[in-house]
DNA sequence: TCCTTGACTCAGA
DNA sequence: CTCTGAGCCAAGG
């Protein structure tokens, strides 16, 4: 079955891709947050695909991955590259809602600060904080 | 058949 | 910060 998701195209093997990139996501702790993009970059690019196709289809196929999340994954955690969130209508609401339970915070434009409730941000940078801690 | 519409991102204005 | 256009492709009205 062709799954009833319309993403822009499909990967090679759109079953498989979907697979990695809920796995993906799983991964992502409470409190945390990622983006479509990083996501993307995470999972290596489909045999026959380019760097550059890859860089700009990716971050849509991993939407189209989310549109069909299963249960357990905690798919509220992924954003857009903004920080903000991607859907809209009701399910941009409980989104919000299931962030700010997780101690996510939100700018008065609606936006999430990436370097202080990404995943894996810069462990570089001198302040050691837990998202959310 | 044409046109719209997607859980994206980046560069500009 | 907000808005636009380009890049990319397919399904449905």
Known sequence: MVTALAPFSSPPNPDEF???VWKTVQQIPPGC?????????MIPAPGGISGDSYRSLGPRW???AM?????GVPWQRVVNSQGKI???GESAVHQKELLEAEG???SPAGKID???FGWQKNINK???RFPGF
Not at 67 to 71: D, G, H, I, Y
């Open 86 to 88: 991607s859907l809209r």
């Open 114 to 116: 990436l370097q202080r």
């Open 62 to 64: 991993v939407g189209g």
């Open 126 to 128: 001198s302040t050691l």
């Open 33 to 41: 947050v990622s983006t479509y993009g990083q996501i993307a970059r």
């Open 67 to 71: 549109a069909a999340c299963p249960q």
């Open 104 to 106: 996510i915070e939100f």
């Open 18 to 20: 979907r697979l990695l």
